[in-house]
Nanobody, 122 residues
Framework: QVQLVESGGGLVQAGGSLRLSCAASGRTRNSAATGWFRQAPGKEREFVSAITWSGGSTYYANSVKGRFTISRDNAKNTVVLQMNSLKPEDTAVYYC???????????????WGQGTQVTVSS
């Protein structure tokens, strides 16, 4: 069984940066992709970014394109989401997940972390 643990969330002013990490432990095996999703209060969970196992392909939601960068270090079983130029609308709980398909759809992701809170003040 694989476990995912997110870290790096916190409170930041608009325009600031945060670096989220997703660490995998347990019976880690190759997965098609790792994705980041977020959920704000009263809203549905939405796709943020995904990266393939090799790191050769990445995918971003339009709302974060140009501001967020996803990367991975398979030797450390870690995926990182670098978030720059943060906006108040980025405030949400951020989740990482391992997927069976390189996709922006939550149903394609089978293992989820517990999330880390990101709050951006105006």
């Amino acid at each position: 069984q694989v476990q995912l643990v997110e870290s790096g969330g916190g409170l930041v002013q608009a325009g600031g940066s945060l670096r989220l990490s997703c660490a995998a432990s347990g019976r880690t095996r190759n997965s098609a992709a790792t994705g980041w999703f977020r959920q704000a209060p009263g809203k549905e969970r939405e796709f943020v970014s995904a990266i393939t196992w090799s790191g050769g392909s990445t995918y971003y939601a339009n709302s974060v394109k140009g501001r967020f960068t996803i990367s991975r270090d398979n030797a450390k079983n870690t995926v990182v989401l670098q978030m720059n130029s943060l906006k108040p609308e980025d405030t949400a709980v951020y989740y990482c997940a391992r997927g069976t398909v390189f996709s922006d759809r939550p149903e394609h992701y089978t293992v989820w972390g517990q999330g880390t809170q990101v709050t951006v003040s105006s």
